[in-house]
């Protein structure tokens, strides 16, 4: 099995900024896509940013230019900084991990049980 956690989630000002981390354990023989999502109150979760095992990244239009997604292969951690944060930023942020366990093992989806992020007008 793999565990994700997430960390760094606060209540920031607009114009702040935050870092968010996650952390993987468990039984993980690769990692390939990396990916962060984000659920705020009555919305559907929606895909933030992903970065995939070669380093390539991607980023919905809402967040472009603000943050900025990194992974650190040997350790299995993922990273978003975040800038120039606005209350529509306000979510829980879940870090998604495709993993394959074994190198026998098809990939599979991990998910944390996500960090809130509070930005305050």
């Known amino acids: 099995q793999v565990q994700l956690v997430e960390s760094g989630g606060d209540e920031v000002q607009a114009g702040g900024s935050l870092s968010l981390t996650c952390a993987a354990s468990g039984s993980i023989f690769r990692v390939n896509a990396m990916r962060w999502y984000r659920q705020a109150p009555g919305k559907q979760r929606e895909l933030v940013t992903t970065i995939t095992s070669s380093g390539t990244t991607t980023y919905a239009e809402s967040v472009k230019g603000r943050f900025t997604i990194s992974r650190d292969n040997d350790k299995n951690l993922l990273y978003l900084q975040m800038n120039s944060l606005n209350p529509d930023d306000t979510a829980v942020y879940y870090c998604?991990?495709?993993?394959?366990?074994?190198?026998?093992?098809?990939?599979?989806?991990?998910w944390g049980q996500g960090t809130q992020v509070t930005v305050s007008s």
């Open positions: 998604n991990y495709v993993v394959a366990t074994s190198k026998w093992s098809g990939w599979g989806d991990y």
